[in-house]
């Protein structure tokens, strides 16, 4: 089973370069998420998609852009890619649009590792 | 105030101690708690749901103080194999979409 795929796995960028990270999902979810991660700040969430056509952002929005392309795919996109944006990037999902009760559990990409030069 | 905090660590403890984590959390309607577990440089995955009146995994116990709003796990009978960074991560409400997650606290278990 793939469960939350991310490409690339790797990537350096020069400051100013955009890209787009991508991830897919084969679990039927609902909900999808991006998050960075960083030495001594933990997850941080960027975007969310609570659902198939809606988008919202999260804690640390700025630089980035989201599209959720269908149930399955949600990309992030770096338009002009800056220092601070060098981070372990995660994609994940879960099942529901709300994360009700118990259920809340996210499953996770391996991570997309970017450094911004 | 952070959302969610927690000791960051590094705990060092010997094979077969008993070690406790805390995680307090600032927002009183939060709802869903949860233990996420994350091996270095790998992604995070669920260890274990908090329930209101505790509950138990094997080794791992967790609980819930609603009154001072913090979470805490306890592992009992370390292996060496549970060394990681034990995340905790905290929903908050209904309508909330998103889970707000620790810094997380490296445990390292030292044979």
Redesign the interface.
């Given at each position: 089973n793939a469960g939350v795929t991310q490409t690339p796995k790797f990537q350096v960028l020069k400051t100013g370069q955009s890209m787009t990270l991508q991830c897919a999902q084969d679990m039927n979810h609902n909900?999808m998420?991006w998050?960075r991660q960083d030495p001594?700040?933990?997850?941080?969430?960027i975007y969310?998609s609570?659902s198939e056509g809606t988008t919202?952002k999260?804690?640390v929005p700025n630089g980035y852009n989201v599209s959720r392309l269908n149930k399955r795919e949600f990309s992030l996109r770096l338009e002009s890619a800056a220092p601070s944006q060098t981070s372990v990037y995660?994609c994940a999902s879960n099942r529901r649009?709300?994360?009700a009760?118990?259920t809340?559990?996210?499953f996770?990409?391996?991570?997309s590792r970017l450094t911004v030069l | 105030r952070k959302e969610v905090e927690q000791d960051p660590g590094p705990f060092n403890v010997p094979e077969g101690a008993t070690v406790a984590f805390n995680c307090t959390y600032s927002n009183s309607a939060s709802q869903s708690f949860f233990w996420y577990r994350q091996d270095c440089r790998k992604e995070p995955k669920l260890l274990m749901s908090v329930y209101s009146s505790g509950n138990e995994d094997g080794r791992f116990t967790a609980q819930l103080n609603r009154a001072s709003q913090y979470i805490s796990l306890l592992i009992r009978d370390s292996k060496l194999s549970d060394s990681a960074t034990y995340l905790c991560a905290v929903k908050t409400g209904a309508g909330s979409y998103q889970l707000t997650f620790g810094k997380g606290t490296k445990l390292s278990v030292i044979p």
């Open positions: 909900s998420y998050y001594g700040m933990g997850l941080r969430l969310y609570a919202d999260g804690e995660f649009s709300d994360l009760g118990l809340g559990e996210l996770f990409g391996e991570g | -």
